[in-house]
């Protein structure tokens, strides 16, 4: 069983910072792809950073510059910082993480956590 929660969402300022942290559990070999989503009430849910197992990033356009994706291997967890928040920002955070089942596969899995409400206030 594999399970995927995102942590550190609330209530920021405009002007300020958060951290998200998105941590894989269970059984599985480690995680590879990581993708950070946010979904806006009304709206479609978008990417918002990306990172592969390696470190490369993505960013979309509306965060480039004022949000950061990290990971650490060796606890399964993604972050994503994200400074100089506007209340375009707020919205609820999902992560997405592809899981690698076993050793010596090509197989990826998908979980998704239940998502972080993040609220930015002016």
């Known amino acids: 069983q594999v399970q995927v929660v995102e942590s550190g969402g609330g209530l920021g300022q405009a002007g300020g910072s958060l951290r998200l942290s998105c941590e894989a559990s269970g059984s599985f070999f480690s995680i590879d792809a990581v993708g950070w989503y946010r979904q806006a009430l009304g709206e479609r849910r978008e990417l918002v950073a990306g990172?592969?197992?390696?470190?490369?990033?993505n960013y979309a356009d509306s965060v480039k510059g004022r949000f950061s994706i990290s990971r650490d291997n060796a606890k399964n967890t993604v972050y994503l910082k994200m400074n100089s928040l506007k209340p375009e920002d707020t919205a609820v955070y999902y992560c997405?993480?592809?899981?690698?089942?076993?050793?010596?596969?090509?197989?990826?899995?998908?979980?998704w956590g239940q998502g972080t409400q993040v609220t930015v206030s002016t």
């Open positions: 990172i592969t197992s390696g470190g490369s990033a």
């Open positions: 997405a993480v592809d899981i690698v089942p076993a050793a010596f596969t090509t197989r990826r899995i998908p979980y």
